[in-house]
Each structure stands twice: as C-alpha cells, then as structure tokens.
C-alpha cells in the first residue's frame, strides 16, 4: 500500500537510511506493478533485496512490529520480487528483509529499530541435483527465472 501516513513515512525514510549505512544502494520506495507491492527494494554487488517496512507508534501486546510479516505478505512479496525482478531482467540473487520501527508519535522521535536480513526465501531449486552449483531456478505461478555461474 502506497504510504501516506506519517508515522509510516518516518519509518520508511529510517529503513532507507539503515539500508544505506549497511552500503546498499536502495533502487524503489513503495514499488508498484498491479495490485503487487514492496516497500523498499535496493541492491548490493550481488544481491537484490526486497525490504518489508513495519511502522508503529507502540508495541501492540508483546510483539514488535517485525511479527506482523506473516505468510500471505511473504506470499504477496515473493510475487512481487518475481515481477519486479522479471521487469527489470535482474540478475541477481533475490533476498528478503523485514524492518521493524517503533516511532514517537508526539516527538516522531525514533524509540526502536531492527532489520532482519534474509528472512525467508522463496523456493529454489538448483540445476543440478547435487549440492548448490551456483546456478538456480527459481519458480512462480509455472514461470522460471535463473541464474547460471
């Protein structure tokens, strides 16, 4: 979903910074192709990674704002790192990162930042039947991309 809230605003400017200081070079804020969407998406020399930003004012119960990433959203952005990554005929093996952020709502003050690299992954299925050769395939919806070393 497009942001236009500010405490999600605040959050996804911090999450840029905190992909910046880590030398990724971030590409897309609020990446769109139909109803597919993605927070930030950046890169680094190898890798292209897809960034879910979860924004809030306060914990809810015990769980920080990175928990609420559940299955369907990893779903949604697998299909849309699929799209993003056939559009632009990447070639770079994909990554998928939550940051969670708890902001002041008063001061807009920073209270919490975290960044989980690598999360989850989609499924991969190597060329070869062996250990990992350096080439994969990756498979969405019947259609492949991949990688050859």
């Known amino acids: 979903m497009f942001v236009t809230d500010p405490i999600g605003i605040i959050g996804e400017e911090?999450?840029?910074r905190m992909l910046k200081n880590k030398r990724l070079r971030v590409l897309e804020h609020n990446w769109r192709m139909g109803h597919l969407e993605v927070d930030l998406i950046a890169e680094s020399?190898?890798?292209i990674v897809f960034v879910e930003v979860k924004a809030r004012t306060t914990l809810f119960g015990e769980m920080l704002p990175e928990e609420?990433?559940?299955?369907?959203?990893?779903?949604r952005m697998i299909a849309a790192a699929n799209a993003y990554i056939k559009h632009n005929k990447i070639d770079k093996s994909p990554r998928f990162d939550v940051i969670g952020i708890v902001v002041d709502a008063k001061t807009e003050e920073i209270l919490y930042r975290n960044h989980l690299e690598n999360v989850f992954a989609p499924q991969i299925r190597t060329t070869y039947s062996g250990s990992?050769?350096?080439?994969?395939?990756?498979?969405?919806?019947g259609k492949i991309i991949g990688k050859k070393r």
């Open 14 to 16: 911090e999450a840029s």
């Open 45 to 47: 020399k190898t890798e």
């Open 68 to 75: 609420y990433v559940d299955e369907n959203k990893k779903r």
């Open 132 to 141: 990992f050769s350096g080439n994969w395939k990756w498979q969405h919806r």
